[in-house]
């Protein structure tokens, strides 16, 4: 597990940008810091922003696999999604997402959670549908 102090193991952010938002005090417990399930959502609308375009429609979250919460993030804090796609299946893409700060105060770039989550492409009804071959325009 990371040392919440040490982020040596990702010094610097990998992916796509997918998502970008300030956290807000609406957002916060009563110490300042973001709920995790704030951030967790923020991390799934922009895992979603990269299996739409992999699947070239409609995705559904399926699973949240894994989540780790390395470091509190504060109110202020610019919270920034990076996402990397690791799998596909014949319906299902499994997503890496971590989530970087601009810390408020600091300036200081700090990431703050990181996770894997599997979307499904869906047809108009809902159903899953095969994921478009990646090697085709």
Known sequence: MDNPED???KSLPHGEIVMRTI???????????????????????????????IARGRVATVAAD??????????GDVVTCYARLVSIG??????????????????????????VFTYVAIDENGRPRPVPDQKQG
């Open 90 to 115: 014949r319906s299902s893409m499994k997503i890496d997402i971590d989530a970087w700060v601009q810390r408020f105060k600091t300036n200081e770039l700090r990431r703050v959670t990181e996770g």
């Open 23 to 53: 956290a807000m005090p609406s957002d916060s417990n009563g110490n300042g810091d973001i709920f995790g399930g704030w951030l967790m959502s923020q991390m799934d609308i922009g895992g979603a922003v990269l299996a739409r375009s």
């Open 66 to 75: 894994s989540m780790s919460f390395v470091s509190p993030v504060a109110v």
């Open 7 to 9: 982020n040596s193991s």
